[in-house]
């Protein structure tokens, strides 16, 4: 049983070393994005969207060339356990999908699928068996095409110096910076400097402000 290019022994072990550890989504993630590449044409140039952030993104960078870092893959979050394979300039694709119709003959992947369990309930074995043995009977396939603004590749733009930060940002933004605007996640900001020590060579960081 190949997940890819992978051993599905070889596909745990990239699971538990990339995510940290073994998540029943990501081990069916990586059947899903196997099913749709299987259906591509071969050689085809193609990027990948997610319709949920949890679990699937990882399994599209695993097994793909796409990931978040380089644009090749989107996440859209309708919370929808599915993704799509498609076609770079077109966006003719595949979109694949958990099928809950499907899920009967597979009750502890019911179960997690659903939560009709907490997780201390679950028998994590079990549950890893059934989706083994399961492989892509959970899943559908569609065939899709995307939507234009979809295809957009994105940008920066033009770039600007924040009067408030000093820090680069995009100039779209505004006057400011977004998080100078009042949209930082940090409930304070510690600025640290680099002082040379003369008597080992060494910088020491220091405090300086709060800001």
């Given at each position: 049983?190949?997940?890819?290019?992978?051993?599905?022994?070889?596909?745990?072990?990239?699971?538990?070393?990339?995510?940290?550890?073994?998540?029943?989504?990501?081990?069916?993630?990586?059947?899903?994005?196997?099913?749709?590449?299987?259906?591509?044409?071969?050689?085809?140039?193609?990027?990948?969207?997610?319709?949920?952030?949890v679990c699937l993104p990882?399994?599209?960078?695993?097994?793909?060339?796409?990931?978040?870092?380089?644009?090749?893959?989107?996440?859209?979050?309708f919370g929808r356990f599915a993704l799509a394979l498609y076609e770079k300039n077109e966006g003719q694709g595949i979109r694949v999908y958990m099928?809950?119709?499907?899920?009967?003959?597979?009750?502890?992947i019911k179960s997690w699928f659903f939560k009709l369990k907490s997780k201390k309930d679950q028998d994590l074995q079990i549950l890893l068996d059934q989706i083994?043995?399961?492989?892509?009977?959970?899943?559908?396939?569609?065939?899709?095409?995307?939507?234009?603004?979809?295809?957009?590749?994105?940008?920066m733009g033009q770039t600007a110096i924040c009067t408030q930060c000093g820090e680069a940002y995009p100039a779209k933004d505004g006057s400011l910076c977004l998080a100078c605007q009042g949209e930082t996640p940090y409930k304070a900001v510690i600025r640290l400097t680099k002082e040379s020590n003369n008597r080992t060579g060494s910088q020491d960081i220091r405090k300086i402000s709060f800001s």
């Open positions: 049983m190949n997940i890819g290019s992978y051993s599905y022994e070889e596909y745990l072990h990239l699971v538990k070393s990339f995510h940290g550890n073994l998540a029943p989504g990501l081990i069916i993630g990586g059947f899903m994005v196997d099913l749709a590449l299987k259906e591509l044409p071969e050689g085809e140039l193609f990027d990948a969207m997610c319709e949920t952030p990882d399994a599209v960078q695993i097994l793909t060339p796409c990931t978040i870092g380089n644009g090749w893959l989107k996440i859209v979050n099928d809950s119709a499907r899920l009967e003959p597979w009750p502890e083994k043995e399961a492989g892509h009977d959970i899943l559908s396939l569609q065939e899709v095409h995307l939507h234009p603004q979809f295809l957009k590749k994105r940008s």
